[in-house]
């Protein structure tokens, strides 16, 4: 079973710096992506960024040049760095971890699973 769950969401003033750690437990296969997606009040959750196996990166364009993704395999920790906050930041921040999987038939399937998410509010 994989578990997922999100800590670092706090309030921030415009232009402040926020870091959200998205730690795994059980076993990460080498074929999972893991990323970072966001939901505002009344909103559907959007995507942020994803890392790949072989740490290649995926942004929005809301958040490219200020966002940055990583991830520390040893330890099973997803890392999203935020800089140069904006209002329209605000919204509950959720990990997810891809796992492609193979049924009896040789089909690739996927699955989603995600922690339970951690506030972001940047306001003045």
């Known amino acids: 079973q994989v578990q997922l769950v999100e800590s670092g969401g706090d309030l921030v003033q415009p232009g402040g710096s926020l870091r959200l750690s998205c730690a795994a437990s059980g076993i990460i296969f080498s074929l999972d992506t893991m990323g970072w997606y966001r939901q505002a009040p009344g909103k559907e959750r959007e995507f942020v960024a994803r890392?790949?196996?072989?740490?290649?990166?995926n942004y929005a364009d809301s958040v490219k040049g200020r966002f940055t993704i990583s991830r520390d395999s040893a330890k099973k920790t997803l890392y999203l760095q935020m800089n140069s906050l904006k209002a329209e930041d605000t919204a509950v921040y959720y990990c997810?971890?891809?796992?492609?999987?193979?049924?009896?038939?040789?089909?690739?399937?996927?699955?989603?699973?995600w922690g339970q998410g951690t506030q972001v509010t940047v306001s003045s």
């Open positions: 890392i790949t196996s072989g740490t290649m990166t």
């Open positions: 997810n971890l891809r796992r492609f999987t193979t049924d009896y038939l040789g089909r690739e399937t996927q699955s989603d699973y």
